[in-house]
């Protein structure tokens, strides 16, 4: 089992940037890649950006260019910097975790942690 721990959420305004931070602990070994989802009310749940254990990083067009992905593997910490925010990147931010890239990709990683709020004014 895994358990993930998401912090950093809040309200900023429009062009702002925040922080977030998703903290794994338990069988880390069976992870290959981590990363973060998003639901904004009323819409489905899509996937932000993921990091292989490799370091290789894939977002979603939506956010590429404002928004980095990295991870501290002392830490077993995986961070969101998302800058230039957008009232539409308003939405519950869902750290995940999965053994499949695949899986990870198409709305199935193995693991999920409670989300955190993010609100973006304009």
């Known amino acids: 089992q895994v358990q993930l721990v998401e912090s950093g959420g809040g309200l900023v305004q429009a062009g702002g940037s925040l922080r977030l931070s998703c903290a794994a602990s338990?069988?880390?070994?069976?992870?290959?890649?981590m990363g973060w989802y998003r639901q904004a009310s009323g819409k489905q749940r899509e996937r932000v950006a993921d990091i292989t254990n490799s370091n290789s990083q894939n977002y979603a067009d939506s956010v590429k260019g404002r928004f980095t992905i990295s991870r501290d593997n002392v830490k077993n910490t995986v961070y969101l910097q998302m800058n230039s925010l957008k009232s539409e990147d308003t939405a519950v931010y869902y750290c995940?975790?999965?053994?499949?890239?695949?899986?990870?990709?198409?709305?199935?990683?193995?693991?999920w942690g409670q989300g955190t709020q993010v609100t973006v004014s304009s």
């Open positions: 338990g069988s880390m070994s069976s992870i290959n890649v």
């Open positions: 995940a975790a999965g053994r499949s890239i695949y899986a990870f990709r198409t709305l199935r990683p193995s693991y």
